[in-house]
């Protein structure tokens, strides 16, 4: 059974880097599938973040590109985000995910339980 | 801008039928945008219940489809029971990313 869990600062200040991490079990993330994040501010919608595959090959939002990268520790089975240049609007329960982009089957079946972020000062 | 839209209410009475639609401003959805449906309840986490337009996982109750529906995705509950109150979200492949929609709040009642 793959689980996810995310960890990391449930507070940040603002123009800082947020540095989050996801640990996986059940499954090598070496093996295959990208691992990406997502958001969703309090009261709000989802927000897709990007995704890694463990060869390098990545892919970002291009609202977010500038700020975020995801990187992938084959060694340690996780997989990270880190978020700069903080924002009030950054404040958002983050999610972790393994992602499908194989062929015809494309999808997120596997997420975290999500950690809430708080940019304030 | 991608825009992926949903409605964003919809009431469905117990065991009755709804359909949940998704649509995007760059044009007819296809399979080539491999939807997605996922569902949360209040403090949970999302949790995914059709990829690639109509596939379901293996946890995802037989009373859930996923279709092309004109020019739109669809999801559509039959038999709907009280615990499928919850927001429902569709999401969009374009070229790369991904687009959530805003979601639908589906009420049973």
């Known amino acids: 059974q793959v689980q996810l869990q995310e960890s990391g600062p449930g507070l940040v200040k603002p123009s800082e880097t947020l540095s989050l991490t996801c640990a996986v079990s059940g499954y090598s993330i070496s093996s295959a599938y990208y691992w990406g994040w997502i958001r969703q501010p309090p009261g709000k919608g989802l927000e897709w973040i990007g995704s890694?595959?463990?060869?390098?090959?990545?892919f970002y939002n291009p609202s977010l590109k500038s700020r975020v990268t995801i990187s992938v520790d084959t060694s340690k089975n996780q997989f990270s985000l880190k978020l700069n240049s903080l924002t009030a609007a950054d404040t958002a329960v983050y999610y972790c995910a393994r992602e499908d982009r194989t062929g015809a089957s494309r999808g997120s079946g596997y997420w975290g339980q999500g950690t809430l972020v708080t940019v304030s000062s | 801008q991608t825009v992926v839209t949903q409605e964003p209410s919809l009431t469905v009475s117990p065991g009755g039928t709804v359909t949940l639609t998704c649509a995007s401003n760059t044009g007819a959805v296809t399979s080539g945008y491999y939807p997605n449906w996922f569902h949360q309840k209040p403090g949970q986490a999302p949790r995914a219940l059709i990829y690639?337009?109509?596939n379901k996982y293996s946890w995802t109750p037989a009373r859930f489809s996923g279709s092309l529906l004109g020019d739109k995705a669809a999801l559509t509950l039959s038999g709907v029971q009280p615990e499928d109150e919850a927001d429902y979200y569709c999401?969009?492949?374009?070229?790369?990313?991904?687009?959530f929609g805003g979601g639908t709040k589906l009420t049973v009642l």
């Open positions: 690639s337009t109509s």
């Open positions: 890694m595959h463990h060869s390098g090959s990545t």
């Open positions: 999401l969009l492949y374009y070229g790369g990313s991904w687009v």
